[in-house]
């Protein structure tokens, strides 16, 4: 099963694009790649996901690489409600890891 | 998006006692649900996956006779926290999967915070 890594915490000013990686090396060739955001104290909410080609929703934007083994989320303009860990997963049942912890700052 | 109710929001209890936490897909049926758990400053923690008319699969250290569950309807789930302890507090989240969607999206319920006293 594949398994994913993320840096443990980015930091973005208001208004800029928030760009998180995502590296998913062993993605095998059937997997999605899904993305999730938690906000302090509640349960966590779909972004967006991808297989193997971009994908761009209200929310946010997905690029995958083309040998899929990574891929970047993008928050085109991040705003202080986006402050969340933010995670990548791409196992079917949903094993989370310890995410990104994203502060947008002033 | 599709909407998980999950209730109580949070409760109180004493030790030895038992606390159900139940899970609703609301605007769709979901056969697989999913149960977490997590600690402060940490990651949610997988406890067990819930199917629909058959008996949940926990993962490993996760005591099946303490955290009973219970798959009964396409929309319900339910995780009974049995002989509650302190060490048995932490905010438990469930999700369940649209099955009438596409590419296995789950969706997630606002938690349950448990303290024990």
């Known amino acids: 099963d594949a398994k994913t890594t993320q840096p443990p915490s980015m930091d973005c000013a208001e208004g800029r694009a928030a760009n998180l990686p995502c590296n998913h090396s062993t993605i095998s060739g059937n997997e999605y790649v899904y993305w999730y955001r938690q906000i302090h104290s509640q349960g966590p909410q779909y972004i967006i996901h991808?297989?193997?080609n971009n994908e761009t929703n209200e929310m946010a934007s997905l690029i995958i690489t083309e040998d899929r083994k990574s891929s970047t989320l993008i928050l085109p303009h991040a705003t202080l409600r986006d402050t969340a860990v933010y995670y990548c997963i791409v196992r079917g049942d949903m094993r989370f890891g310890a995410g990104t912890r994203l502060t947008v700052k002033p | 998006g599709a909407v998980v109710s999950q209730h109580p929001s949070w409760v109180i209890c004493k030790s030895g006692t038992s606390v159900k936490i139940e899970c609703r897909s609301l605007d769709f049926q979901a056969t697989t649900m999913f149960w977490y758990r997590q600690f402060p400053k940490q990651s949610l923690m997988l406890m067990a996956t819930?199917?629909?008319?058959?008996?949940?699969?926990?993962e490993q250290g996760v005591e099946k006779d303490k955290f009973l569950i219970n798959h009964a309807s396409l929309t319900l789930s339910t995780l009974t926290v049995t002989s509650a302890h302190p060490e048995d507090s932490s905010f438990y989240i469930c999700s369940a999967r649209d099955i009438g969607g596409s590419k296995n999206i789950q969706y997630f319920g606002a938690g349950t915070r448990l303290s024990v006293l």
């Open positions: 991808g297989l193997k």
């Open positions: 819930s199917n629909e008319g058959s008996k949940a699969t926990y």
